[in-house]
């Protein structure tokens, strides 16, 4: 059976072949109904639109997508995507962006829609679990699907990410390692929609603080606040709020530990003189406020899972199809010994 072009389409669902083309291009300009009836013929007919004369003569689109469970804008987003442009770019490739895919609804639209489409060469997931049904609507466009810091890697062709947990557990390690005697995890829920990566670092704070107590008399809680652009004052106010201000504290990113130390100060809690805290990412202002923190470099990670992407879009296999990289401690001036 001959494969069906753009003239069958238009037939099937009864409109036009520059309909059909726009509904694919530009489907913000066509209706909702209009675009449903031609996806749907689209994908009755095993039919996927290229962009260009290259793609239709390799069968490629050269664009591939990328997911993200918050805003582009966010450090680690834009680290990860310029790390994939850096190496997408020069191959010849697109990138489409997805952001917030942590809704019900966001990610309903985008795995119904994108096995229709069929208009991208690899899809890239950052940061959060993909689960079976979404895994199987994303391989009938028969594309890789590389993880970037997912929480896991199953239905991924490949991977990079940071060992999160062990991550924590050696920043909460160090602290404790310091006699500290009262500490706290400061952290945002975790997502009821999504399992994402940055919760296995309470998996480590927990465990850390447990093989302490083992041994010594240890204080430990997590203080957990609502997610959004307020969690760092929710954080805050948890912790004035609390009995007895801990004398460490584990936060669960620097987007958290920099305006914590430097709101807590108009408190009269300063850092390290009244307590220590520690970071998570090393992002580009925790040098400035000598913020001791858990190092990762999203840049890197990007880049590598990119080259993944570019030898599987080949039909070859990465060297390292599933990699794991492990944060390392960065020590400068808001952790101190504790003391009486």
Wanted: aromatic share 8%.
């Amino acid at each position: 059976m001959d494969k069906a072009g753009i003239r069958e389409v238009a037939k099937a669902a009864g409109v036009s072949i520059s309909t059909v083309s726009r509904a694919f291009a530009h489907p913000e300009v066509v209706s909702e109904k209009t675009r449903h009836k031609v996806l749907q013929a689209a994908d009755q007919l095993d039919f996927n639109i290229s962009r260009s004369a290259a793609a239709l003569k390799s069968g490629q689109t050269f664009r591939v997508a990328l997911l993200m469970n918050e805003e582009i804008t966010s450090w680690f987003n834009a680290q990860i995507f310029a790390g994939i442009n850096s190496i997408m770019h020069d191959a010849g490739y697109d990138i489409s962006v997805f952001q917030h895919i942590d809704t019900a609804d966001m990610r309903r639209k985008f795995f119904t829609d994108l096995p229709v489409r069929r208009n991208v060469d690899a899809v890239f997931v950052a940061s959060f679990a993909i689960d079976e049904k979404e895994v199987e609507q994303l391989k009938r466009i028969r594309v890789p699907i590389i993880g970037i810091n997912t929480p896991s890697i199953d239905g991924f062709d490949a991977s990079i990410s940071i060992d999160d947990e062990n991550g924590m557990y050696t920043a909460t390690q160090h602290l404790l390692n310091l006699g500290h005697k009262h500490i706290v995890y400061a952290c945002s829920a975790a997502s009821e929609s999504m399992d994402s990566s940055i919760d296995a670092r309470g998996r480590g704070f927990i465990r850390a603080c447990e093989n302490v107590e083992k041994t010594r008399e240890l204080n430990w809680q997590v203080v957990t606040v609502p997610r959004g652009r307020a969690f760092a004052d929710s954080a805050l106010s948890a912790l004035l709020a609390l009995d007895e201000f801990p004398d460490a504290i584990c936060c669960q990113m620097d987007m958290m530990a920099i305006p914590l130390m430097l709101k807590l100060e108009r408190y009269g809690h300063r850092t390290p003189r009244d307590y220590s805290i520690i970071g998570f990412d090393d992002s580009p202002y925790a040098d400035t406020v000598n913020l001791t923190t858990m190092k990762q470099d999203p840049f890197k990670m990007g880049r590598s899972a990119a080259q993944k992407a570019i030898k599987l879009i080949n039909g070859e296999e990465p060297e390292k199809p599933h990699e794991i990289v492990q944060p390392t401690l960065m020590l400068r001036e808001s952790d101190a010994l504790y003391t009486d």
